[in-house]
Protein backbone atom coordinates (compact mmCIF):
# COMPACT_ATOMS: atom_id res chain seq x y z
CA UNK A 1 0.00 0.00 0.00
CA UNK A 2 1.37 3.31 -0.91
CA UNK A 3 2.47 5.98 1.84
CA UNK A 4 0.11 8.57 1.83
CA UNK A 5 0.61 11.88 3.08
CA UNK A 6 -1.34 13.54 6.30
CA UNK A 7 -0.78 16.85 6.96
CA UNK A 8 -3.95 17.47 9.72
CA UNK A 9 -6.47 15.81 11.51
CA UNK A 10 -9.59 18.79 10.50
CA UNK A 11 -10.23 20.60 7.90
CA UNK A 12 -9.69 23.94 9.68
CA UNK A 13 -5.88 23.10 10.50
CA UNK A 14 -5.80 21.51 6.68
CA UNK A 15 -6.24 25.12 5.19
CA UNK A 16 -4.25 27.01 8.01
CA UNK A 17 -1.52 24.62 7.30
CA UNK A 18 -2.14 25.83 3.38
CA UNK A 19 -1.91 29.24 3.84
CA UNK A 20 1.85 28.59 5.01
CA UNK A 21 2.87 25.71 2.99
CA UNK A 22 1.50 25.09 -0.38
CA UNK A 23 1.57 21.26 -1.39
CA UNK A 24 1.89 19.70 -4.87
CA UNK A 25 -1.65 17.85 -6.38
CA UNK A 26 -0.74 14.72 -5.06
CA UNK A 27 -0.66 15.64 -1.61
CA UNK A 28 -4.00 17.86 -2.23
CA UNK A 29 -5.44 14.73 -3.42
CA UNK A 30 -4.19 12.18 -0.91
CA UNK A 31 -5.38 14.56 2.61
CA UNK A 32 -8.63 14.97 0.95
CA UNK A 33 -9.69 11.54 0.00
CA UNK A 34 -7.28 9.56 2.33
CA UNK A 35 -7.22 10.98 5.44
CA UNK A 36 -7.52 8.66 8.51
CA UNK A 37 -9.59 10.85 10.24
CA UNK A 38 -11.69 13.01 7.66
CA UNK A 39 -11.05 11.85 4.10
CA UNK A 40 -13.53 11.61 1.50
CA UNK A 41 -13.36 7.81 1.33
CA UNK A 42 -12.75 6.88 5.12
CA UNK A 43 -15.51 8.50 6.82
CA UNK A 44 -18.29 8.94 3.53
CA UNK A 45 -20.94 6.79 1.54
CA UNK A 46 -19.40 7.47 -1.25
CA UNK A 47 -21.51 5.51 -4.26
CA UNK A 48 -25.40 5.36 -5.08
CA UNK A 49 -27.73 7.71 -4.86
CA UNK A 50 -26.86 8.93 -1.04
CA UNK A 51 -23.34 8.94 -2.54
CA UNK A 52 -21.66 11.33 -4.99
CA UNK A 53 -21.61 8.84 -8.07
CA UNK A 54 -22.70 5.25 -9.13
CA UNK A 55 -20.35 2.60 -10.37
CA UNK A 56 -21.49 0.33 -13.02
CA UNK A 57 -22.05 -2.37 -10.55
CA UNK A 58 -24.58 -0.24 -8.29
CA UNK A 59 -26.51 0.38 -11.97
CA UNK A 60 -27.54 -3.07 -13.10
CA UNK A 61 -26.75 -6.65 -12.29
CA UNK A 62 -26.02 -7.56 -15.61
CA UNK A 63 -22.61 -5.71 -15.02
CA UNK A 64 -20.85 -8.05 -12.28
CA UNK A 65 -22.79 -11.01 -14.22
CA UNK A 66 -20.79 -10.41 -17.04
CA UNK A 67 -18.14 -10.16 -15.10
CA UNK A 68 -18.44 -13.49 -13.59
CA UNK A 69 -18.99 -15.23 -16.85
CA UNK A 70 -15.53 -13.80 -18.25
CA UNK A 71 -13.81 -15.92 -15.45
CA UNK A 72 -15.44 -18.77 -15.50
CA UNK A 73 -14.43 -18.75 -19.01
CA UNK A 74 -10.93 -18.84 -18.02
CA UNK A 75 -11.47 -21.16 -15.67
CA UNK A 76 -13.33 -23.66 -18.21
CA UNK A 77 -10.10 -22.90 -20.92
CA UNK A 78 -7.46 -24.25 -18.44
CA UNK A 79 -5.56 -27.11 -19.38
CA UNK A 80 -5.21 -28.71 -16.10
CA UNK A 81 -7.73 -27.73 -13.15
CA UNK A 82 -6.54 -25.63 -10.35
CA UNK A 83 -6.27 -26.86 -6.53
CA UNK A 84 -7.15 -23.59 -5.57
CA UNK A 85 -8.34 -20.14 -6.13
CA UNK A 86 -8.13 -16.68 -5.44
CA UNK A 87 -9.85 -13.58 -6.32
CA UNK A 88 -8.67 -10.29 -5.47
CA UNK A 89 -10.81 -6.83 -5.52
CA UNK A 90 -8.80 -3.55 -5.37
CA UNK A 91 -11.21 -1.03 -4.02
CA UNK A 92 -14.41 -3.13 -3.88
CA UNK A 93 -16.79 -0.33 -2.84
CA UNK A 94 -20.18 -1.44 -1.39
CA UNK A 95 -19.48 -4.87 -2.39
CA UNK A 96 -21.60 -5.23 -4.93
CA UNK A 97 -19.55 -6.17 -8.03
CA UNK A 98 -18.17 -8.89 -5.59
CA UNK A 99 -22.00 -10.10 -4.51
CA UNK A 100 -23.03 -10.28 -7.54
CA UNK A 101 -20.44 -12.18 -8.96
CA UNK A 102 -20.27 -14.92 -5.99
CA UNK A 103 -24.11 -15.30 -6.75
CA UNK A 104 -23.23 -16.59 -10.02
CA UNK A 105 -19.98 -18.24 -9.28
CA UNK A 106 -22.19 -20.63 -6.43
CA UNK A 107 -23.83 -22.08 -9.62
CA UNK A 108 -20.46 -23.51 -10.27
CA UNK A 109 -19.25 -25.46 -7.67
CA UNK A 110 -16.17 -26.77 -9.41
CA UNK A 111 -15.11 -22.86 -9.17
CA UNK A 112 -16.66 -21.49 -6.26
CA UNK A 113 -15.66 -24.61 -3.75
CA UNK A 114 -12.13 -24.12 -4.56
CA UNK A 115 -12.75 -20.76 -4.44
CA UNK A 116 -10.68 -17.54 -1.66
CA UNK A 117 -11.97 -14.13 -2.16
CA UNK A 118 -9.53 -10.90 -0.90
CA UNK A 119 -10.71 -7.44 -0.49
CA UNK A 120 -8.17 -4.25 -0.38
CA UNK A 121 -10.03 -1.90 1.49
CA UNK A 122 -8.64 1.15 3.29
CA UNK A 123 -11.95 2.54 4.13
CA UNK A 124 -13.63 1.49 7.45
CA UNK A 125 -17.19 2.51 6.37
CA UNK A 126 -16.92 0.61 3.46
CA UNK A 127 -15.52 -2.51 5.51
CA UNK A 128 -18.47 -2.59 7.28
CA UNK A 129 -21.12 -2.78 4.43
CA UNK A 130 -19.09 -5.06 2.75
CA UNK A 131 -18.82 -7.41 5.20
CA UNK A 132 -22.72 -7.03 5.67
CA UNK A 133 -23.57 -7.66 1.48
CA UNK A 134 -21.07 -10.45 1.39
CA UNK A 135 -21.75 -12.87 4.61
CA UNK A 136 -21.57 -16.23 4.22
CA UNK A 137 -19.02 -15.97 1.55
CA UNK A 138 -15.19 -17.09 1.80
CA UNK A 139 -14.09 -13.31 2.40
CA UNK A 140 -10.84 -12.09 3.89
CA UNK A 141 -9.90 -8.16 4.30
CA UNK A 142 -6.63 -7.63 3.39
CA UNK A 143 -4.34 -4.03 3.10
CA UNK A 144 -1.92 -5.32 -0.07
CA UNK A 145 -1.96 -8.22 -2.57
CA UNK A 146 1.54 -8.99 -0.80
CA UNK A 147 -0.95 -9.96 2.13
CA UNK A 148 -2.66 -12.34 -0.34
CA UNK A 149 -2.10 -16.62 0.24
CA UNK A 150 -0.41 -18.14 -2.69
CA UNK A 151 -2.54 -20.16 -4.88
CA UNK A 152 -2.62 -22.18 -8.15
CA UNK A 153 -5.09 -19.49 -10.08
CA UNK A 154 -5.18 -15.99 -9.32
CA UNK A 155 -7.67 -13.32 -10.82
CA UNK A 156 -7.55 -9.96 -9.96
CA UNK A 157 -10.10 -7.25 -10.67
CA UNK A 158 -10.08 -2.91 -10.53
CA UNK A 159 -13.31 -1.42 -11.60
CA UNK A 160 -12.68 2.22 -10.91
CA UNK A 161 -10.18 2.13 -8.86
CA UNK A 162 -6.93 3.27 -10.14
CA UNK A 163 -8.54 6.89 -11.33
CA UNK A 164 -9.29 7.42 -7.30
CA UNK A 165 -5.46 6.93 -7.24
CA UNK A 166 -3.29 10.33 -6.38
CA UNK A 167 -1.68 12.17 -9.62
CA UNK A 168 1.04 14.42 -9.74
CA UNK A 169 0.22 17.51 -11.85
CA UNK A 170 3.11 19.45 -13.96
CA UNK A 171 2.84 22.78 -15.44
CA UNK A 172 5.59 23.89 -18.03
CA UNK A 173 6.52 27.15 -16.67
CA UNK A 174 10.18 28.97 -17.93
CA UNK A 175 11.00 26.18 -20.45
CA UNK A 176 10.82 23.32 -18.29
CA UNK A 177 7.78 21.55 -16.49
CA UNK A 178 7.41 22.32 -12.72
CA UNK A 179 4.96 20.55 -10.09
CA UNK A 180 1.62 21.96 -9.97
CA UNK A 181 1.05 23.37 -6.61
CA UNK A 182 -2.14 24.28 -4.68
CA UNK A 183 -2.64 27.16 -2.23
CA UNK A 184 -4.24 30.20 -1.88
CA UNK A 185 -4.73 33.11 -4.14
CA UNK A 186 -6.37 36.34 -3.22
CA UNK A 187 -7.92 34.39 -0.26
CA UNK A 188 -9.25 31.25 -1.94
CA UNK A 189 -8.00 28.04 -2.28
CA UNK A 190 -6.75 27.26 -5.95
CA UNK A 191 -3.88 26.24 -7.90
CA UNK A 192 -1.13 28.38 -7.60
CA UNK A 193 0.81 29.74 -10.74
CA UNK A 194 0.04 30.98 -14.53
CA UNK A 195 -2.87 29.80 -15.86
CA UNK A 196 -2.70 29.47 -19.18
CA UNK A 197 0.19 27.08 -19.56
CA UNK A 198 0.36 23.47 -20.65
CA UNK A 199 -0.38 20.61 -17.95
CA UNK A 200 0.50 17.24 -17.74
CA UNK A 201 -0.16 14.67 -15.56
CA UNK A 202 1.33 11.56 -14.07
CA UNK A 203 0.14 9.02 -11.42
CA UNK A 204 3.41 7.61 -8.97
CA UNK A 205 1.06 4.76 -7.33
CA UNK A 206 0.01 3.19 -11.10
CA UNK A 207 3.73 1.90 -10.39
CA UNK A 208 3.47 0.30 -6.74
CA UNK A 209 0.17 -1.32 -7.85
CA UNK A 210 1.52 -2.65 -11.14
CA UNK A 211 4.69 -4.16 -9.82
CA UNK A 212 2.60 -6.46 -7.41
CA UNK A 213 0.56 -7.53 -9.84
CA UNK A 214 3.64 -8.36 -11.97
CA UNK A 215 4.84 -10.59 -9.55
CA UNK A 216 1.37 -12.44 -8.59
CA UNK A 217 0.94 -12.99 -11.85
CA UNK A 218 4.38 -14.34 -12.34
CA UNK A 219 3.75 -17.27 -9.75
CA UNK A 220 0.45 -17.93 -10.12
CA UNK A 221 -2.07 -18.60 -13.18
CA UNK A 222 -4.61 -16.25 -14.14
CA UNK A 223 -5.95 -12.91 -15.20
CA UNK A 224 -6.06 -9.13 -14.35
CA UNK A 225 -9.45 -7.13 -15.28
CA UNK A 226 -8.78 -3.66 -14.59
CA UNK A 227 -11.62 -1.56 -15.57
CA UNK A 228 -12.21 2.77 -15.75
CA UNK A 229 -12.24 5.84 -17.91
CA UNK A 230 -9.21 7.15 -19.07
CA UNK A 231 -7.39 6.98 -22.40
CA UNK A 232 -4.64 4.84 -23.73
CA UNK A 233 -1.14 6.59 -24.52
CA UNK A 234 1.52 6.49 -26.03
CA UNK A 235 4.08 8.64 -23.62
CA UNK A 236 4.24 8.39 -20.15
CA UNK A 237 1.90 10.77 -18.87
CA UNK A 238 -1.58 12.47 -19.90
CA UNK A 239 -1.57 15.57 -21.39
CA UNK A 240 -3.66 18.33 -19.80
CA UNK A 241 -5.66 18.29 -16.80
CA UNK A 242 -8.12 15.87 -16.09
CA UNK A 243 -8.80 15.93 -12.64
CA UNK A 244 -12.54 16.52 -11.48
CA UNK A 245 -14.63 16.21 -8.33
CA UNK A 246 -18.01 15.19 -7.82
CA UNK A 247 -20.50 16.40 -5.32
CA UNK A 248 -23.76 14.55 -5.35
CA UNK A 249 -23.82 13.64 -8.86
CA UNK A 250 -23.04 16.94 -9.50
CA UNK A 251 -19.51 18.24 -10.91
CA UNK A 252 -17.62 20.56 -8.72
CA UNK A 253 -14.12 22.69 -8.09
CA UNK A 254 -11.71 20.59 -6.20
CA UNK A 255 -11.53 22.93 -3.69
CA UNK A 256 -15.07 22.75 -2.42
CA UNK A 257 -16.41 20.51 0.33
CA UNK A 258 -13.15 19.19 1.00
CA UNK A 259 -13.02 15.27 2.07
CA UNK A 260 -16.94 15.50 1.35
CA UNK A 261 -16.85 14.94 -2.14
CA UNK A 262 -15.06 12.43 -4.80
CA UNK A 263 -11.84 13.28 -6.77
CA UNK A 264 -10.72 11.60 -9.99
CA UNK A 265 -8.68 11.41 -12.86
CA UNK A 266 -8.73 9.78 -16.18
CA UNK A 267 -6.65 6.73 -16.10
CA UNK A 268 -3.56 6.52 -18.51
CA UNK A 269 -3.63 2.82 -19.92
CA UNK A 270 -1.00 3.27 -22.22
CA UNK A 271 0.97 3.96 -18.60
CA UNK A 272 -0.21 0.62 -17.12
CA UNK A 273 0.24 -1.30 -20.40
CA UNK A 274 3.94 -0.33 -20.09
CA UNK A 275 4.63 -1.61 -16.85
CA UNK A 276 3.37 -4.81 -17.45
CA UNK A 277 5.82 -7.63 -17.73
CA UNK A 278 6.69 -8.66 -21.13
CA UNK A 279 5.76 -12.79 -20.56
CA UNK A 280 2.05 -11.15 -19.79
CA UNK A 281 -0.48 -11.59 -22.42
CA UNK A 282 -2.76 -7.79 -22.46
CA UNK A 283 -5.79 -6.53 -24.50
CA UNK A 284 -6.88 -2.96 -24.46
CA UNK A 285 -10.75 -2.73 -25.70
CA UNK A 286 -13.80 -0.63 -24.77
CA UNK A 287 -16.42 -1.04 -22.00
CA UNK A 288 -18.97 -1.19 -24.71
CA UNK A 289 -17.18 -4.11 -26.99
CA UNK A 290 -15.97 -6.05 -23.62
CA UNK A 291 -19.67 -6.29 -22.27
CA UNK A 292 -21.32 -6.93 -25.80
CA UNK A 293 -18.72 -9.92 -26.89
CA UNK A 294 -19.70 -11.79 -22.95
CA UNK A 295 -23.43 -11.76 -23.89
CA UNK A 296 -24.96 -8.27 -22.24
CA UNK A 297 -28.29 -8.03 -25.26
CA UNK A 298 -28.61 -11.46 -24.30
CA UNK A 299 -28.66 -11.16 -20.51
CA UNK A 300 -30.84 -8.12 -20.79
CA UNK A 301 -33.22 -9.86 -22.83
CA UNK A 302 -33.67 -12.71 -20.15
CA UNK A 303 -33.73 -10.41 -17.76
CA UNK A 304 -36.47 -8.05 -19.18
CA UNK A 305 -39.17 -11.06 -19.90
CA UNK A 306 -39.10 -12.04 -16.20
CA UNK A 307 -39.35 -8.34 -15.13
CA UNK A 308 -42.44 -6.06 -14.84
CA UNK A 309 -42.19 -3.40 -17.23
CA UNK A 310 -40.87 -0.56 -15.17
CA UNK A 311 -37.93 -3.17 -13.60
CA UNK A 312 -37.59 -4.07 -17.23
CA UNK A 313 -37.52 0.20 -18.25
CA UNK A 314 -35.31 0.77 -15.63
CA UNK A 315 -32.81 -2.46 -17.09
CA UNK A 316 -32.57 -0.84 -20.56
CA UNK A 317 -31.83 2.18 -19.16
CA UNK A 318 -29.01 1.05 -17.09
CA UNK A 319 -28.10 -1.11 -20.09
CA UNK A 320 -28.15 2.16 -22.46
CA UNK A 321 -25.68 3.79 -19.97
CA UNK A 322 -23.02 0.95 -19.67
CA UNK A 323 -22.53 0.63 -23.21
CA UNK A 324 -23.46 4.73 -25.27
CA UNK A 325 -20.61 6.04 -27.00
CA UNK A 326 -22.15 9.31 -25.31
CA UNK A 327 -22.03 7.92 -21.89
CA UNK A 328 -19.74 5.32 -20.46
CA UNK A 329 -19.37 2.93 -23.34
CA UNK A 330 -16.31 4.51 -25.31
CA UNK A 331 -15.31 6.72 -22.40
CA UNK A 332 -14.52 3.52 -20.22
CA UNK A 333 -11.67 1.08 -21.22
CA UNK A 334 -11.18 -2.77 -20.18
CA UNK A 335 -7.51 -3.62 -19.66
CA UNK A 336 -7.02 -7.61 -19.48
CA UNK A 337 -4.13 -8.98 -18.42
CA UNK A 338 -3.49 -13.05 -18.58
CA UNK A 339 -0.40 -15.18 -17.97
CA UNK A 340 0.71 -17.07 -21.12
Keep these: MPERFVLSINEKAFLKDLSTRPLTVKQFIEHALYHPLNGYY ?25 LAI ?10 TPPSSIALIELGPGRGTLMADMLRVFQ ?16 SPALKNIQRQKLAGHPVEWVQTLEDTSPSDVTFIIANEFFDALPIEQYVWIDEHWQTRQVGFVDGNLDFLGPKDVPIRQSCPDYDVYMQAINQRLKTSRGAAVM ?93 ARLVAPSAMGTLFKVLTIQTP
Design 42 to 66: MTHPVFGAAGDYTTAPEMTQIFGEL
Design 70 to 79: WHLNYFAKLP
Design 107 to 122: RFPKFYDLLKVYLIEI
Design 227 to 319: IDYGDDTDVGHIHGDTLQALHQHRPTSPFENIGHQDLSHAVDFGALKRQVDPILKTHLTTQRDFLLQLGLEQRLMALCQQAPPYEAMALKTAV
